[in-house]
């Protein structure tokens, strides 16, 4: 396989995507096996002036997802409707690998010097593609999944690097 626009992102963001969904089963079956309601681990957050648990899997799959079509020159996804619920999260991570498997993989390898926009908030970023995709979208994915974890580590659930890193796919 060559190193691509495409094979750096696309692959990439979906196993990344696959290991969130891990560490989320893993969070619901803590709250099932414990006995409390599973919202206290959606909801939960580092700080008071952070985003819960839920909101950062909704960035993170915003983030890819928006990522992927401007790359691809393709519609923006529907962020659609914010749940938080394990089982509403899960289906947006779902969601989140359909729409980007469905992407044209020939435009996002010939994106690598097209100028992405990237509106954040009062800001206005212009790169190029390939800045977009390792300076933006992989960082802030990372990040997001980091911060989800790291909320369901200091609530409890069992989960490591291992898991972080996508576990069984690793050795399997």
């Known amino acids: 396989m060559s190193v691509s626009m495409y094979n750096s992102s ?9 290991s969130l969904s ?3 089963e893993k969070g619901a079956n803590y709250a099932q096996d414990h ?4 919202s ?4 939960a957050r580092l700080f008071p002036n ?6 950062q899997v909704h960035i993170c799959c915003d983030m890819v997802g928006r990522g992927g079509a401007r790359l691809a020159q393709s519609d923006l996804p529907d962020d659609g409707e914010e749940n938080s619920s394990f089982a509403d999260l899960q289906a947006r991570i779902a969601s989140t690998q359909e729409f980007l498997r469905a992407l044209n993989q ?18 206005q970023f212009e790169m ?3 800045d977009y995709l390792n300076n933006w979208v992989l960082p802030n994915m990372y990040f997001h999944m980091t911060t989800t ?3 369901l580590r200091h609530n409890g659930v069992e989960i490591g690097k291992f898991d972080f890193l996508g576990g069984a796919s690793l050795v399997g």
């Open 40 to 43: 206290v681990l959606t909801s």
């Open 35 to 38: 006995g409390f309601d599973e």
């Open 22 to 24: 891990a560490i989320l």
């Open 149 to 151: 974890y790291n909320i």
């Open 10 to 18: 696309i692959p990439v963001i979906i196993r990344c995507l696959d």
């Open 128 to 130: 190029s593609g390939y």
């Open 106 to 123: 020939a435009a996002i390898n010939d994106s690598e010097a097209n100028e992405i926009q990237v509106p954040a908030g009062p800001y």
């Open 50 to 55: 952070m985003h819960s648990l839920s909101k």
